[in-house]
């Protein structure tokens, strides 16, 4: 009756546990890992318990006339074997394969620490330690069993009921990866049974809300994380790629290192996750992706169980050129650091949590009894490749002998090949097992133990009445709670031996404190660990990171750190593209715009140069812009120079010629006045040209701009004055030339008729009607020469007065024209009005058709000289420079536009000299003779009165015409 009191009270607590496991939210998650509960039921009355299942674990257990027994976890193996899923029989949890010298190396670590502090006097000298271990074979499934057996404190384990009856527990220790014992933890906490982890770095064991009574002796992975994201900023790398194991440790360490270094805008090549089971296809994956990514440097958290799988894959691949940034889990792991992986792991970096040396450890470990315990029998069976089972060694045999058709003896004097005595030497191996050079996390479980102990210590030492419970009482070290004992934990402070470091824990975390190892090759072609930094996380933030640069040797054995870059680095100049659906890191390097410059590296816009700035060649820098005009100095402006001096010398010479020869008839028969006001215009226009060289003042801006509409006004003008008198003489001899035409037909009829009458004495003179050099002058010259001045300088007149009004209102002024180039400031003289400019030489224009049309209309009256036909010519010369002019000067910039203007002033200016002066210079230099008054009399011309007489004939010619008229009637009425 009292067994089954004891069973209902356990299945009434169990039915508890699960309620609250559920709020937890890992009921589901544990009931596939429980192998024994209770199903209540009533039955008679009474109430009874099944058991369902049976764990089936493996470890050591020590509990015999023990004070304390310390629990521990340690993932001796790799997996659990694989079941063949047959659920026609009783269940049988599985059992694990793979074996790890490295995590059964930390397994003796806790059995040598706890002889350690057993044979002390000065830690617990009252007490002895046992302990109960476990292989979670790094498994969840196999770490709640372990978990759930170690509380029960029997081998059949009853959830939330303990029923042994042997010494109190003190803590866990472990349960290795950070998965394990978040599955382990979240139980412990339950019961507030402390729990103090060795490797279990992952940052959500913070939670201590979730996990109240979590400690550990290894440093956060926020530490961790931290320190390789200012690794990675530390040497420039800007393109990662990221490899995690699917478990809390590697996503919660991977999430946190992605956060910083994507903030300081580093990108993610590719983000891959290491699968917890075999999956050949996930791997091979995996392994495609790091072949085609660009990325020179891998990120990996992970250990070195999830990571070999990968290793061994990239090995067939023969990747090269990679730098891995490896996390404390598997730095200076054996399991990864095998034969050949110099080619793919060589430079690799990586961050080892604290080593020290812990005397006396690598005589435990090569003193083993094989016998004594079946992990360390399989262990042996293991290192030296044979087995201690004769039976089993026998069988082998015979199998071998039948594959080679050969007998073994049975008469039992021989021994079985591959049969182990149990008395090899370890020693003799170099092997992972017994390697102590590296002890990390060896360490770290050694610390762990340690901690337990110190705890202990206080909690049996302390004082009654001092102690820290309710009403000052102290803890009984035989029969204690656990969470007396997480009290203590969580205060306890001491100094490991040998080392003298000092633990105490913050939150149950101790200092961040990482060695940088670098993996470099050695003589003999091995990997080895060298230490060319450390991480201090209770450091300030820039002094956490120190480096030894010229002590790392990276991949390929050189020397520079490698580059990896999505895109290489914009040089000044240029500005950062983004590629769409590309991360940022991924650009192209876009050349600023003219006018826009970047003077930093990686500058994500161009910078616009303002005012009188522009970019240089490079686009790195602003500069002056170039100011440009067309100065006197430069070649340009000297040929024009000399040209417009030229133009203007050679019209005070042709002024000098007609002033010479004033008195001769040529001259005499054009108003002297009027030509040298023209020649007096062209010498003006000739010379304004040159004011518009150099730089633009005010005064050189309204001195061209008036000079030349003043000019070609005064030039424009008195042309029209000579084409007016021209055009009204072409009218008037046309008008004569009819009434000539008309006295002629009459002569002619009345002498015919007085022929046809029969007078012989009357005589017929014949009469030309085409002499018309006898009309008379006061009917030819209408306007004077008064007249032609008058026009001239009225027009002249209305002109200055337009460009007076045009000055005072809005005159033309120098301004910078930065829109024409935009390398250069253009200096030139801004006109002012649009409509005042138009205006005026719009009049200039007019003019200039006007006397166009006058001379076209006065072209036939020729002869000897022809003033109209000159003036004609001249004028179709200036429309043609001026027509041409227009697209020449739309299509230049800067000072050829200016250069344009000039050749057109100077072009027209010519035309007009040469058409109108050049005729009369001829006669007067070259041909004097004909500068008589007989040479400008009419020439006889053809009866068919194809042509008339000139205009400077008409003058000395007209009493002619009326002795012509007068001789022409007396022989009319002769006969």
Request: glycine residues 6%.
């Amino acid at each position: 009756m009292r067994h089954l009191s004891h069973v209902s009270v356990c299945c009434r607590e169990s039915s508890s546990i699960f309620k609250r496991l559920q709020s937890m939210e890992i009921r589901g998650f544990l009931l596939g890992f429980f192998g024994l509960f209770c199903i209540c039921r009533s039955l008679s009355a009474e109430s009874t318990c099944k058991l369902k299942a049976k764990f089936n674990l493996n470890g050591y257990k020590d509990v015999e006339k023990k004070k304390v027994v310390i629990g521990g976890m340690f993932p001796v193996h790799k997996r659990i074997a694989s079941s063949d899923g047959n659920t026609s029989r009783v269940p049988v949890s599985s059992g694990c394969e793979g074996f790890n010298f490295r995590t059964f190396r930390w397994t003796q670590t806790m059995l040598f620490a706890i002889d350690e502090i057993n044979e002390r006097k000065d830690l617990l000298p009252n007490t002895d330690l046992g302990y109960v271990i476990y292989d979670s074979c790094f498994t969840i499934s196999k770490a709640v069993e372990g978990t759930l057996t170690y509380l029960t404190g029997q081998d059949e384990a009853v959830p939330n009921y303990r029923c042994g009856n042997g010494p109190p527990l003190a803590a866990l220790v472990g349960a290795g990866g950070s998965d394990l014992s978040i599955a382990t933890a979240r139980i412990m906490g339950l019961y507030h049974f402390p729990q103090v982890s060795y490797a279990s770095t992952c940052s959500a064991l913070n939670n201590k809300f979730q996990f109240p009574t979590f400690l550990r002796t290894i440093s956060n992975d926020q530490h961790q994380s931290t320190a390789m994201a200012q690794m990675v900023l530390h040497f420039g790398w800007t393109w990662v790629g990221i490899i995690a194991a699917d478990d809390d440790y590697g996503k919660y360490g991977i999430k946190e290192f992605k956060e910083q270094v994507e903030e300081a805008g580093v990108c993610i090549s590719f983000s891959e996750t290491l699968p917890k089971v075999s999956s050949p296809e996930a791997i091979q994956s995996i392994a495609e992706t790091v072949v085609r990514s660009t990325a020179k440097i891998i990120v990996v958290f992970s250990s070195d169980v999830d990571l070999s799988p990968l290793i061994s894959e990239l090995l067939r691949h023969n990747v090269t050129n990679r730098t891995w940034v490896a996390s404390e889990a598997w730095v200076t792991s054996a399991l990864i650091n095998q034969p050949g992986v110099s080619s793919l792991l060589g430079g690799t970096l990586g961050f080892g949590v604290k080593r020290a040396d812990i005397p006396g450890l690598q005589r435990h470990l090569l003193d083993l009894d094989p016998y004594t315990d079946s992990l360390t029998e399989e262990f042996w069976e293991m290192l030296f490749n044979c087995t201690l089972n004769f039976e089993k060694a026998l069988r082998i045999a015979n199998q071998r002998a039948k594959e080679g058709n050969s007998t073994v003896s049975r008469t039992g004097t021989e021994v079985p090949d591959g049969l182990c005595n149990g008395k090899e030497s370890v020693v003799q191996l170099n092997n992972t097992y017994s390697d102590v050079s590296q002890l990390r996390i060896t360490y770290s479980v050694y610390k762990a133990v340690y901690a337990v102990a110190h705890a202990l210590h206080n909690l049996e030492h302390c004082e009654p009445g001092k102690g820290p419970f309710a009403g000052n009482s102290c803890a009984d070290i035989t029969n204690f709670e656990p969470w007396q004992l997480m009290y203590y934990l969580k205060n306890v402070r001491f100094k490991v031996p040998n080392t003298e470091e000092e633990i105490y824990f913050v939150d149950g975390d101790i200092e961040g404190f990482y060695d940088i190892i670098n993996w470099q090759v050695n003589r003999d072609g091995e990997i080895s660990y060298v230490n060319v930094g450390l991480f201090n996380g209770s450091a300030a933030p820039e002094d956490r990171l120190h480096i030894m640069n010229g002590s790392i040797v990276w991949n390929n054995e050189v020397s520079e750190p490698p580059r990896s870059v999505c895109s290489e680095n914009c040089q000044p100049g240029t500005r950062k593209g983004i590629r769409q659906g590309e991360p940022v890191c991924c650009f192209d390097c876009i050349p600023c715009a003219d006018g826009e410059i970047s003077n930093t590296t990686n500058a994500r816009e161009c910078i616009l140069c303002s005012g009188d700035y522009w970019s240089n060649d490079a686009h790195d820098a602003c500069v002056l812009k170039i100011i440009e005009f067309l100065a006197f100095g430069e070649p340009l402006g000297i040929t024009l120079i000399v040209i417009s001096a030229f133009g203007a010398l050679v019209t005070i010479g042709v002024g000098v010629v007609i002033l010479v020869n004033i008195g001769t008839p040529l001259v005499k028969a054009n108003d002297a006045l009027l030509s040298f006001s023209l020649l007096f215009a062209l010498v003006v226009t000739f010379l304004c040209s040159i004011v518009f060289l150099g730089e633009p003042q005010h005064w050189s801006c309204m001195t061209s701009q008036v000079g030349l509409a003043l000019g070609f006004a005064l030039c424009l003008s008195s042309i029209m004055g000579k084409a007016s008198v021209l055009m009204l003489r072409a009218q008037a001899l046309k008008a004569a030339r009819v009434k000539a035409k008309a006295a002629a037909k009459a002569a002619k009829a009345a002498a015919e008729a007085a022929v046809n009458s029969g007078s012989p004495d009357v005589i017929v003179t014949n009469i030309n009607t085409n002499d018309v050099s006898a009309v008379p002058v006061s009917e030819v010259d209408v306007l004077t020469f008064a007249h032609q001045r008058a026009i001239a300088a009225v027009a002249t007149l209305i002109q200055a007065i337009a460009c007076t009004v045009w000055l005072i209102i809005l005159p033309p002024h120098p301004v910078k024209n930065t829109s024409a180039q935009n390398i250069k400031i253009i200096l030139e003289c801004d006109e002012g009005s649009v409509v005042f400019i138009c205006c005026i030489f719009g009049y200039d224009i007019l003019l200039a058709l006007l006397a166009f049309i006058f001379a076209f209309m006065a072209r036939k009256l020729e002869d000897h000289f022809s003033e109209a036909k000159s003036v004609t010519f001249g004028m179709l010369v200036f429309f043609i420079v001026w027509i041409s002019f227009v697209p020449a000067y739309l299509s230049t910039r800067g000072k050829f536009m200016v250069a344009v203007q000039i050749f057109a002033i100077l072009a027209s200016s010519f035309g007009l000299l040469t058409c109108i002066f050049l005729p009369k210079c001829y006669i007067l230099l070259v041909k004097p003779e004909h500068n008589k008054e007989e040479m400008m009399r009419p020439r006889a011309k053809p009866r068919d009165g194809s042509s008339t007489g000139t205009s400077a004939s008409l003058a000395t010619t007209a009493t002619d015409v009326n002795a012509s008229f007068a001789s022409t009637t007396v022989d009319n009425q002769a006969s």
